[in-house]
C-alpha cells in the first residue's frame, strides 16, 4: 500500500505540474475576455480623452480650452531653429559685410599708394626737367657769353673810338 500512495501522489504531483504548465502556457491573464475591466496598468495604456484640436468634445467634457497650445514643444522646437537659422544667416551677412569693406579698404589703400607712386614719379620727372632745362639754360648762357663779349666789346670800342678814328661820311638817302 504505501507503494501505491506515493506512486498516487508522483501521479498528482505530475498532473498538478502539468495543469500549471498548461495555465501558464495557454491560459494567460492577458488572455481572458474580461481582462481590459480587471487590467492594472489600463490607465497608462489608455490614450486622452482627446489628442488634438480637431477632435469634437462636448462642453460638459471640459477637454479643450481657450488658449491651450497642444502643439507647444513643437512649435518652441520650430521656433529655436528658426531662431538659429536667422542666427547663422546674420553671421553670415556680417562676415560678407566685414569681407566688403576689407576689400574696399584694401582697394581705397592700393588707389592711394598708386596716386603716391605717381605723385613721387611726377615730381622726380619735374626736378629731372629742371635740372636739364637748368643745363640747357646754362649751355646756352655759356655759348652767349663769347657773343656778348664780342658786342660788348664793340659797344665800348665804338664810344672811344669814334672820337679817335677817322670819321665817315653819312650818306642820306
Not at 490614450?47 to 469634437?56: E, H, I, K, S, T
Not at 546674420?90 to 576689400?103: L, N, P, V
Not at 603716391?116 to 639754360?137: I, K, Q, S, T, V
Not at 648762357?141 to 659797344?155: D, G, I, K, R, T
Amino acid at each position: 500500500m504505501v507503494s501505491t500512495s506515493s506512486s498516487s501522489k508522483t501521479e498528482r504531483r505530475r498532473i498538478g505540474l502539468e495543469i500549471d504548465e498548461y495555465r501558464v502556457r495557454y491560459q494567460r491573464p492577458e488572455d481572458r475576455r474580461e481582462f481590459d475591466l480587471n487590467d492594472p496598468d489600463a490607465l497608462k495604456k489608455q490614450l486622452p480623452p482627446r489628442a488634438g484640436d480637431d477632435m469634437p468634445v462636448g462642453l460638459s467634457s471640459a477637454q479643450k480650452f481657450e488658449g491651450e497650445d497642444l502643439n507647444y514643444e513643437e512649435r518652441r522646437k520650430l521656433m529655436a531653429a528658426q531662431r538659429n537659422s536667422w542666427l547663422q544667416q546674420q553671421m553670415r551677412e556680417r562676415r560678407a559685410a566685414e569681407d566688403e569693406r576689407r576689400k574696399a579698404e584694401d582697394a581705397y589703400m592700393m588707389a592711394i599708394k598708386a596716386r603716391d607712386a605717381r605723385a613721387g614719379e611726377l615730381d622726380r620727372l619735374e626736378r629731372e626737367c629742371r635740372l636739364r632745362l637748368g643745363h640747357a639754360n646754362l649751355r646756352y648762357n655759356e655759348a652767349l657769353m663769347p657773343v656778348e663779349q664780342v658786342v660788348s666789346h664793340w659797344q665800348g670800342c665804338r664810344s672811344p673810338c669814334s672820337a679817335v678814328g677817322p670819321k665817315r661820311k653819312r650818306s642820306r638817302g
